[in-house]
């Protein structure tokens, strides 16, 4: 769970925890890099405008590294254009239980990961 805003962050952890995921939280795209990279997670939820490194090329950086790349990747913004290459974006402000169905259908998918 990526997001600048502790507000954000807590409303997000409190949705999945609730429907049974656990949760790790980062504060900006560099803090969530370094994280994933210590230990991949199974669905990276991020927000794209954060300072210090932006949700787009926390994605970027992700995808262009060959350990990271198939990580589902779930973007929450105001504009779907700006979510990268993101495998879904959910618009804020998002209705929980549509935000929970796209976590799901992507930690099924799985991006082909075994």
Known sequence: MVDDEPDQRFLLRRIFERAGHEVSEAGNGAAALQAVRESAPDLVVT???????????????????????????????????????????????????????????????????S
């Open 47 to 113: 927000d794209v405008m954060m300072p210090v490194m932006d949700g787009v090329e926390l994605i970027r950086c992700l995808r262009d590294d060959p350990a990271t790349a198939r990580i589902p990747i779930l973007a929450a913004s105001g504009d779907t254009h700006l979510a990268g290459t993101a495998d879904a974006t959910v618009l804020k402000p998002y209705d929980w239980r549509h935000l929970l169905s796209v976590a799901d259908a992507l930690l099924k998918e799985g991006r082909g990961r």
